[in-house]
């Protein structure tokens, strides 16, 4: 399946099903494309295959229907990463992921003046930096992939605090990735 900037509407039960064993275009897997108006409780998107896919700006769009989630990935195989994503059912909130292979970032609130300090005698990285808004919590991505792919990053910790310090033991080198959620 090859699609970009595409509406997938009037889905049934299942939403969009990608079967196992069917191929997605990991080049740009449904990159700007839209999934709405399922039937009442249903699942927008629904992916049983193995892939390891990247996700650009989807949206998950509840019109009227009241779906009930917007993705639904249904084995333990595979991964899939929505970056920068939107809608009122987007999120994971609104998933159905029993086995955690699905993961959400965005819509991404930069924070500003980030700084990285190692101490090497230590070993310790202390993370800071700038935000203006109110927050609920800021959210401290780690990886040792510099654009966290093709394992996207696992949540590595939370802060209140504009700050953060780690500890590397040995020759280890990370990536870190900081965002912001938003008080409700």
């Not at 992916?47 to 333990?76: M, R």
């Not at 195989?77 to 929505?82: A, L, P």
Request: charged residues 20%; hydrophobic residues 35%; negative net charge.
């Amino acid at each position: 399946l090859v699609a970009r900037y595409t509406d997938f509407q009037r889905l049934d039960l299942e939403g969009l099903h990608i079967h196992a064993g069917a191929w997605v275009d990991p080049v740009d897997p449904f990159r700007e494309c839209g999934f709405e108006m399922s039937e009442g409780g249903a699942t927008l998107l629904t992916i049983d295959n193995d892939q390891v896919l990247v996700v650009e700006g989807a949206g998950f769009i509840d019109s009227y229907y009241d779906s009930a989630f917007n993705v639904h990935k249904t084995n333990d195989q595979g991964r899939v990463t929505f970056n920068n994503f939107f809608g009122d059912l987007a999120g994971q909130l609104s998933e159905n992921d029993p086995y955690e292979r699905v993961d959400w970032f965005g819509p991404l609130i930069p924070v500003w003046n980030f700084t990285i300090l190692y101490d090497e005698v230590s070993h310790e990285v202390l993370l800071e930096w700038d935000y203006q808004s109110n927050v609920d919590q800021f959210n401290i991505y780690r990886s040792s992939i510099p654009n966290f792919q093709p394992s996207p990053a696992i949540l590595y910790d939370t802060t209140g605090d504009r700050s953060y310090s780690d500890y590397i033991a040995g020759e280890q080198y990370y990536f870190y990735r900081v965002t912001a959620e938003r008080a409700e």
